[in-house]
């Protein structure tokens, strides 16, 4: 592993996911300063069935797309071209799902869940480019496309709460911002790497998301289990409780930058290290990478619980006071979700994805039965200690699944090269 050139993506993925992250964390802020907790809750309630539909609609091929041009750089663009066949449409099924379920079912969220719903889609289409870029470890290429979305995003939001516009309006800034991203994104592609080859092939199509089906299941069950609460806490709660719990939710998120680039960076350089059976190399890659993970998930749990009374109040205003007490029980769960990360990467680099869905999977219906339990008689903070228990379940799980693996290839080699030295002998 080139670590000089490793330590370089790390530092570039590390200012794009600060950038892109921040950037729609302080458009929230904005809203939640313009518009009341209600309105925001409702916010908060699209933005997380969007995500959920994207991530359906991705069926994995993000991840499965960046290991393929990290194996096969040479076959990458068709990858790609594969990929968006499949998940155009999807994505466009997905809008018009959203969309028409709100018309049907909550018809005063239209006006909110469709602009939502489009920017979502559109960026997570925008992401199926920038895999590509990963894998092929260009990573300052995907820093840069990514800034388009929030050079757009953040002055047209805070032009249209100056100017005293509606939820709707002021959303179709962040419809423009994750356009702009994907047009810089297909150019620089096209320019590079030539024209994308889209071709409807049915064979190619199924085997595509068969081989993305893993990544699909991982990643949505994933997203699910931290999306639990809020899709829970606004049916059997109010629109407000959700705006509480997602406001200290999202300084979570945030402190989560401190360890997802890795997954940037790393997935496509252990793939290639795991594809040589190179089990020690791994190996040690995976225990350096978990003990900074681990360092930092302790130092910024401590920061939260802290900080919490003063972070909150100013980064939401005093009406998110409830928030400071959510914040503080989900910063017990921060070392176990760095942990959780490194995990998961690793499992996808080892072919492993199949089996981490299933602790996952296991951790989800966990978290369910939990809530149900916890949000009628403890609200908002019942539901922080639901994620604080799952997620510390699902780190376990998966940092066995993955150490298994490696020793078991460690052991399967020490075996060969036993059998190979005896027939030798012979």
Request: with cysteine.
């Amino acid at each position: 592993m080139k670590w000089t050139k490793t330590k370089g993506d790390l530092i570039l993925a590390g200012a794009s996911e600060v950038l892109q992250k921040l950037s729609g964390y302080v458009v929230l802020l904005i809203l939640a300063r313009h518009f009341d907790q209600t309105r925001m809750g409702e916010l908060f309630f699209a933005l997380t069935l969007a995500s959920l539909v994207a991530a359906g609609t991705e069926l994995g091929t993000g991840r499965y797309l960046m290991r393929e041009a990290a194996q096969h750089p040479e076959a990458a663009l068709r990858r790609l071209g594969e990929v968006l066949v499949l998940r155009l449409p999807l994505a466009l099924a997905g809008l018009l799902l959203l969309a028409g379920g709100a018309m049907v079912l909550r018809p005063g969220l239209v006006s909110v869940i469709a602009p939502v719903a489009l920017a979502v889609l559109v960026q997570d289409v925008y992401y199926s480019f920038g895999a590509l870029l990963l894998g092929l470890r260009q990573v300052s290429l995907r820093l840069v496309t990514g800034l388009m979305g929030p050079v757009i995003l953040i002055p047209s939001v805070a032009a249209a709460a100056a100017l005293d516009a509606t939820l709707p309006v002021a959303l179709l800034g962040w419809v423009a911002g994750s356009l702009a991203a994907l047009a810089t994104c297909v150019v620089v592609v096209w320019r590079r790497y030539g024209p994308i080859p889209l071709r409807w092939d049915p064979l190619v199509a199924r085997a595509t998301a068969r081989a993305s089906l893993p990544f699909f299941a991982l990643n949505t069950l994933g997203l699910a289990h931290f999306k639990a609460d809020t899709v829970l806490l606004f049916l059997l709660t109010t629109p407000a409780a959700v705006a509480t719990y997602e406001a200290g939710y999202k300084l979570l998120e945030v402190s989560r930058i401190a360890v997802r680039p890795a997954a940037v960076v790393f997935l496509p350089v252990w793939a290639a290290i795991a594809a040589r059976e190179d089990w020690r190399g791994f190996g040690l890659a995976f225990r350096r990478l978990l003990r900074m993970a681990g360092i930092a998930g302790v130092a910024a749990a401590v920061a939260l619980l802290a900080l919490a009374g003063l972070l909150v109040p100013l980064l939401w205003g005093d009406r998110y006071a409830d928030a400071v007490g959510v914040t503080q029980v989900l910063a017990l769960a921060v070392p176990a979700v760095f942990l959780s990360i490194v995990a998961t990467l690793a499992a996808g680099a080892l072919r492993l994805e199949g089996a981490a869905a299933k602790v996952l999977a296991g951790c989800l219906l966990i978290n369910v039965g939990l809530n149900l339990v916890a949000i009628p008689r403890w609200g908002v903070l019942g539901a922080a200690g639901c994620t604080v228990v799952t997620e510390g379940l699902a780190t376990l799980g998966l940092l066995r699944l993955v150490g298994r693996k490696v020793r078991v290839g460690a052991a399967d080699l020490v075996r060969e090269g036993e059998q190979g030295a005896g027939t030798a002998a012979g």
